[in-house]
């Protein structure tokens, strides 16, 4: 499929789409490097940073896209407002100081959906989706790889179990809110025009199959143990926290991990944002 | 093999860690290294901020990859330090965050806006490049092969802190003006990173003897003044009127040293300066933050953080 330029809902499909993925990469990113200077060990500390700026390169390659459309990186990045900004809220949850299976967790659900997410957009009708697709998937296997790795280390100790389980508990009512809609009928255009071959509710009963079985096999309680019952795995709206980012309402942390990654451009009184890579190919 | 012999023998790369070496040179090569290393470490707790405060997300990724750089640099300097018998990482690592390691007096200052950085980022690792390549034919043989790799992506920090520099100083006029404000603050201090006049230097002589250290405080600062002077007018930083700097007859770079608070200059070096032990402090929360992941994994064998090709030299 070649985009029509004049076909507005096409154009909208389009936009929300690379938003969602773009955004997630990005806030996600921003809480990653939070780590850096501040990992258990030297190693963890460069692979955690090589991770977050893996996903950076993500945000970069989605927010392209929507170049491609007309839009400029000020008016996606440091002109937008909060509240349209449509990450699921997983991604910008703050953590304690040391909280390391805060990442580790944080990971492992965004990059199960991540990976289900990227097979749905393999054969994308839109062909710059479908290249790009494949150049992230080798780096997402080994985040996952890295989160897997760590868990399984992490529950093997009575503390580390401990506070997995914690992060578990924390974390998982956010991480259903990746299955959420930005708008149900752009939701709804975004598959009928190929753009993605699947729905959410399907990528989010398939994300429940996969994780509920892994984090139980660690012997770890999952806050939603035993959905899968007659009907099969399914998210449902009792399941969800009160804010779930795709439709622009946020959590309280939000606010302020948004003023601060905006601020020097407002404090400098910027109009544009230095480029200094050229794009994507 | 006695500290004579390894004076006569003291030449660029000459001894590695299957040479008896005298306490003596193990220990002040440790020191050396281990400063530097800490310095690493401490640059890239000071900078971390600004990979999120960074105006444009192409800055963002240098930042953020400048900082894991500087951390991968710190590894790679801890094991040069390691091979000499001395201490092991732990303690070097447990010295730096318990206020006992010593490190660059650059790095105890506050920085809290984004027109400082190119302060660190061009200035502060354009003199670092200046005294690293000297250390590629340093005596000791891991710290020089370590010094290959650093100067190699140093070269690349410098460029990011340049362009930094460049785009703030064609900015607006508000952007000039705080940008020149923030070079007023950090010139002395970058003078400062040379440490003090080779006179009042103490471990200078027996480092130089066994071939550590290549050239002097003060031939690194002539060289550095000699190329940052004109960079900075190039962009349109004016130099402060003092301390007092002036081109003597052969056109070389020349700073008036009683200009210079020393006295800062030594309370910084023993960690004693008040601003900056909020910098210590900080990164030695983080680490005793980190303290039960370290418990947890102790002795299960696999080596912490997985697969990292920065790990790798």
């Known amino acids: 499929m070649t985009l029509d330029p004049n076909d507005l809902d096409e154009r909208e499909a389009l936009a929300a789409l690379c938003k969602r993925l773009g955004d997630d990469e990005f806030v996600l990113a921003e809480r990653y490097t939070e780590w850096q200077v501040r990992s258990p060990s030297l190693e963890s500390d460069l692979a955690l940073s090589n991770i977050a700026q893996d996903e950076l390169g993500h945000a970069r390659l989605w927010y392209d896209l929507l170049i491609d459309l007309g839009y400029e990186e000020p008016e996606i990045v440091y002109e937008r407002d909060a509240d349209e900004w449509h990450h699921s809220t997983l991604v910008e949850q703050p953590f304690a100081e040391g909280d390391w299976t805060d990442p580790i967790v944080r990971s492992y659900l965004y990059d199960v959906a991540e990976k289900l997410r990227l097979a749905t957009l393999e054969e994308s009708t839109h062909p710059k989706i479908a290249d790009r697709v494949g150049k992230i998937q080798g780096e997402e296997n080994y985040h996952l790889e890295h989160a897997q790795n760590w868990l399984e280390r992490l529950v093997a100790d009575d503390e580390g179990k401990e506070r997995v389980q914690n992060a578990v508990d924390r974390l998982f009512p956010y991480a259903l809110t990746l299955f959420e809609p930005v708008d149900p009928d752009v939701e709804d255009d975004i598959v009928d025009l190929g753009l993605r071959d699947a729905t959410l509710a399907e990528m989010g009963e398939e994300w429940l199959s996969v994780v509920i079985p892994y984090l139980e096999s660690l012997d770890l309680d999952v806050p939603e143990s035993g959905v899968e019952g007659m009907d099969g795995y399914a998210v449902t709206d009792e399941m969800l926290p009160e804010h779930v980012g795709r439709d622009g309402s946020h959590t309280e942390a939000w606010s302020d991990l948004f003023e601060e990654f905006t601020h020097t451009y407002h404090d400098l009184g910027r109009d544009q944002s230095t480029k200094i890579m050229g794009r994507p190919e | ?313």
């Open chain 2, 1 to 313: 093999m006695d500290i004579e012999t390894v004076k006569e023998r003291a030449g660029p790369r000459e001894f590695s860690p299957g040479d008896d070496l005298p306490e003596e040179y193990r220990k002040a090569a440790t020191r050396m290294i281990e400063f530097h290393a800490n310095s690493e470490i401490m640059g890239a707790y000071l900078e971390r901020p600004f990979i999120r405060q960074a105006p444009s997300i192409d800055r963002k990724l240098a930042f953020s990859a400048k900082v894991q750089d500087e951390i991968g640099h710190g590894q790679l300097l801890y094991r040069a330090a390691e091979t000499l018998g001395i201490k092991t990482r732990e303690e070097m690592l447990d010295d730096l965050a318990e206020g006992r390691g010593k490190f660059l007096n650059c790095f105890h200052y506050p920085m809290d806006g984004w027109v400082e950085t190119p302060m660190i980022a061009f200035f502060v690792d354009g003199a670092a490049m200046r005294r690293q390549a000297t250390l590629r034919r340093t005596s000791w043989e891991p710290y020089a092969h370590a010094m290959d790799k650093v100067c190699f992506e140093e070269g690349f920090h410098v460029k990011h802190g340049e362009d930094i520099l460049r785009t703030l100083m064609n900015g607006s006029r508000a952007e000039q003006r705080r940008t020149q404000e923030a070079f007023e603050e950090w010139w002395p201090r970058i003078i400062q990173f040379f440490g003090p006049t080779d006179d009042k230097s103490t471990h200078h002589d027996f480092a130089a003897d066994v071939g550590l250290k290549q050239m002097t405080n003060d031939e690194l600062r002539q060289a550095f003044l000699d190329m940052y002077v004109p960079k900075a007018r190039k962009y349109g930083l004016e130099i402060p009127e003092y301390p007092r700097v002036s081109q003597n007859d052969e056109g070389r770079w020349v700073v008036e040293e009683d200009d210079l608070d020393w006295d800062e200059f030594f309370t910084v070096a023993k960690n004693n300066y008040e601003p900056g032990l909020g910098q210590i402090n900080g990164r030695a929360r983080a680490q005793e933050a980190v303290e039960w992941v370290r418990d947890v994994i102790e002795g299960d064998g696999a080596p912490a953080g997985g697969r990292s090709p920065q790990a790798a030299d």
